[in-house]
Every structure is written in structure tokens, then in C-alpha cells.
């Protein structure tokens, strides 16, 4: 009787594996078939501005599954932008920071709700109408509402150096940190901050006593053998060949390349990294997926999985907390910094997604992974004009498809009918 009870309920795991494998196959189905409905959106662009380019990934389980591209990361040399690009990710940098951060708080080295004067004590000079920066706390800065006031000090910087296109070492800043401000009392308000980063990263060097990319490099990069193309600083000889151009066309019909390829200073922690989609993919495996079985022994010493769950996977909108800040909060949806990271979820169809977007230059970029399913989106983009121009309003429809795509798992071709956009260019 008791073998039978067994065989049985080894029968019924087994049914029930294979019909939420079913279950699987079809959702992966039916996304793929709305995807490619992105050829479309080629086809109608290469009519209208041919050298626009893009280049986006949609990941199943941690694996590429489909690519649709165009155009080129480097028109003069007609380097195809692809999936060995070395891309500037901008912002996307702040989840590499939130990371080490986390990882000093897990180790017992600092504490989320321990004032940022503490390991940062230049800051203990800025005095404000809405009182003194020791009330601002490490979560305030992780999570976007510190309230912090960067553009008095960058004015200022300006005045000093006029002649230096990019202040941005600890040398020539700190004098000037009383220039700092606040907007209004910590925790009040989500406002976005590059600025916040950027101190993270002194927090960073501080505790480690290491320079903030070392430390990265050590304790991120390498473990998640993310070493192929990924750097801060300059980018190394090696890889100029596959560095990406952006390309932004101005009101008078000409096009401005802007290529991105400096050391960013203390600015590094809130935007500076680069890399290949590859490289990124094994970061986005290491936040959701976890496909990489032999990875996972390193995975761990970066962050163990019930840490990444616990700070960037699960909000509660009901429930504040110092790991998050809530950004809106409507009936059907919310959204909020889950630890720096964007986090939001659609309560009428149940979507949940995290991950970053970036932009510097006129270089474009996406890295989202949706927690319902095991599904993934990259996006690169370094094609984009003033408005009013046809590149933008391409530019434009294409993050509006792809954030459609992640949230409704559809591809609206409608975005793709721009003929009436583009008659009042005219």
C-alpha cells in the first residue's frame, strides 16, 4: 500500500511539473509571436530614417531567445551594433552600486539606517533650512528621496574651474561640499538623484578602503565572470574597436556623433559603467534567473538568493520600509525604488518587473526582468534627436513598446503609424 501511495505521488509531481512546463511553453509562445512583430517596426523604420539603430534582447530562463537590431554602433566604421558592443549603460551603473552597498550591510560593516556623515564626515558642514545633512541616511540616498540639492555645488564648480569640462574628483569637490543643499527634509519625496550615487561611492571607498571600481571589479565583475568587456574609466585599447557611437540629429537636419569614453570620477558609482549585452546577461542572470548551475557557488558570494529576493524582488506597497520608497501608487499599478532598483506591478493582470534604464549622450538603455515569469528584456539604443525630429519620435515609440511589451506582453503597432507625427514636422 505504502509503494503504491508513493508511485502515486511521485505521479502526480510529475503531472504537475509537466503541465506547468505546458503552461510555460505556451506563455513563451505567445510572447516570441508578439515580438516579432518588432520586424514591423524595422521594416517601417528603415523607410524613414535608415540609420537608426537598436539592438534588443529578449531572454526566456536566462538565455537569449530572439535579437532584433539595426543600424550601426559606429556609422564611419559600419560596426554593427550587436551583442559584443561595448555600450555605456548610464544609469543602469546605480544597480552595480546598490549591490555593494547591500553587500557592506549584509557583512555587518554598515547599517541602512546609518547617517551618510558617519562615513562621508565632509558632509557634516552643510547646514540647510531644512536642517543639517546628518539626518540623511544611507537608505535615503539608495532610494532616491534624500532630498539632496547637487546643482548650488555644481554652479559653483563651474565658476571655479571654467575652464575644466568635467569637475569630478574628491580633490577639486570637496572644498566646495557646503555648497550642497537639501530641497526638503529627508524621506519626504521620491525625486531622482545621480548625485546621491555619487556619495554612495565615497560610502563605498570609505568602509572598503579600496577605490569604489576596485572594489566592483573585485567583488561584482569578477565573481559573476563579467570580466570580457566590462569596465569603468576608459575604455582599454582592446575593445575600441567594438565601443558604440550615439548619433543625435539636430533642428537643422544634421546629425552630431557623441561618443562617450572618459573616467567619471567620482561620478563612476552613479554612471559609469560599460559593457557587451553578453556581460549583462550574466548580470541579469545573477539578479533573476540563476540558469548558470556552475555560476552559482560565486552568485552567492556576491548576494545569496534570499537577499536579492528580499531587497529587489518583494514590495509591499502597504507596508513602508527603509529598503523602499514608493514612486505612485494608483488602483491598477505602483511603483517604487526597491533599493534603488525600479520596481512595479500591475495589480489587474498580476506583472510584477524590476531592473533600470539609462541615458547619457544620446545612448539609450534597458535592463528589465519581470518576477512572474522567467522573462527578460535588454534594450541599446544610440539613435535620438532634438524634438521634432523624426529620430525622436522613433526613439520614443520604441521605449513606449518595450515598456508595453514588459507590462501587457504586447507589441502595439500603433506606435509604429508615426505618418501623422511626422506631418507636423512639416
Known amino acids: ?180 543643499s537639501l530641497s526638503r527634509k529627508p524621506g519626504q519625496k521620491y525625486e531622482y538623484s545621480n548625485g546621491s550615487y555619487s556619495i554612495l561611492g565615497l560610502v563605498v571607498e570609505h568602509v572598503t578602503r579600496m577605490k569604489f571600481t576596485e572594489y566592483i571589479q573585485k567583488r561584482i565583475f569578477k565573481p559573476l565572470g563579467m570580466e570580457t568587456t566590462t569596465h569603468y574609466g576608459k575604455t582599454p585599447q582592446r575593445f575600441q574597436n567594438l565601443l558604440a557611437s550615439s548619433y543625435r540629429k539636430t533642428g537643422n537636419d544634421s546629425i552630431k556623433e557623441i561618443r562617450i569614453d572618459r573616467n567619471h570620477g567620482i561620478h563612476e558609482a552613479h554612471g559609469g559603467i560599460r559593457a557587451s549585452v553578453m556581460d549583462m546577461l550574466k548580470f541579469m542572470d545573477f539578479l533573476s534567473f540563476r540558469k548558470r548551475k556552475n555560476c552559482l557557488t560565486n552568485y552567492n558570494k556576491v548576494l545569496p538568493w534570499k537577499i536579492i529576493k528580499k531587497y529587489y524582488h518583494q514590495v509591499d506597497v502597504q507596508k513602508p520600509a527603509n529598503k523602499y520608497t514608493i514612486m505612485f501608487k494608483k488602483e491598477e499599478a505602483a511603483s517604487s525604488r526597491a533599493f534603488g532598483f525600479l520596481h512595479s506591478q500591475f495589480f489587474t493582470n498580476g506583472v510584477q518587473f524590476f531592473g533600470h534604464t539609462g541615458h547619457i549622450g544620446e545612448y539609450q538603455s534597458a535592463l528589465i526582468m519581470r518576477t512572474d515569469i522567467p522573462m527578460g528584456i535588454i534594450l541599446m539604443m544610440n539613435t535620438n534627436g532634438q524634438l521634432n525630429t523624426k529620430e525622436y519620435i522613433i526613439a520614443n515609440n520604441l521605449y513606449k513598446t518595450i515598456g508595453r511589451f514588459v507590462s501587457r506582453n504586447q507589441i502595439n503597432l500603433k506606435f509604429f503609424d508615426w505618418e501623422k507625427a511626422f506631418n507636423k514636422l512639416k
Open 1 to 180: 500500500m505504502k509503494k503504491l501511495a508513493t508511485l502515486l505521488l511521485i505521479l502526480s509531481l510529475f503531472i504537475l511539473k509537466t503541465q506547468a512546463q505546458n503552461k510555460k511553453s505556451i506563455i513563451k509562445a505567445t510572447l516570441l509571436k508578439e515580438w516579432n512583430k518588432l520586424d514591423t517596426f524595422i521594416h517601417r523604420v528603415k523607410e524613414v530614417a535608415p540609420d537608426f539603430a537598436f539592438n534588443a534582447v529578449l531572454v526566456w530562463e536566462g538565455k537569449i531567445i530572439s535579437t532584433k537590431r539595426m543600424g550601426y554602433a559606429n556609422r564611419k566604421q559600419q560596426l554593427k551594433l550587436d551583442n559584443q558592443t561595448i555600450y555605456p549603460w548610464a544609469s543602469i551603473s546605480k544597480m552595480f552600486t546598490s549591490i555593494a552597498v547591500l553587500q557592506l550591510i549584509e557583512e555587518g560593516k554598515l547599517k541602512i539606517d546609518d547617517p551618510v556623515t558617519k562615513y562621508v564626515p565632509e558632509l557634516k558642514v552643510i547646514n540647510t533650512p531644512y536642517g543639517d545633512y546628518e539626518q540623511v541616511k544611507i537608505h535615503h540616498l539608495i532610494n532616491h528621496n534624500s532630498g539632496l540639492l547637487w546643482q548650488s555645488l555644481r554652479d559653483t564648480l563651474k565658476a571655479k574651474y571654467p575652464k575644466i569640462r568635467y569637475v569630478n574628483t574628491w580633490k577639486m569637490i570637496k572644498p566646495y561640499l557646503k555648497y550642497l
